[in-house]
């Protein structure tokens, strides 16, 4: 399966701007794992801007969020 960088580029999240895998999902995926991470991909943008990638950060995010979709 040819990965089509280009597409993925465009909608990339990340704004950390000399990362050298920006469009290539599979290689970005891999590398956070590796640090014991998640992308930019997964985090709302005034999240990921704080550059904190953690699986605690996207908990506490989405337990927040979760709480306040319930009161609606």
Do not use: N
């Amino acid at each position: 399966m040819e990965c089509p960088i280009e597409v993925y580029k465009a909608r990339c999240s990340c704004t950390y701007e000399p990362c050298p895998r920006k469009g290539k999902c599979c290689e970005c995926i891999l590398h956070h794992l590796e640090l014991d991470q998640l992308p930019a991909c997964v985090f709302p943008p005034e999240v990921e801007k704080i550059y904190d990638r953690s699986f605690a950060k996207f908990v506490e995010v989405f337990a927040y969020k979760a709480k306040s979709d319930k009161k609606s």
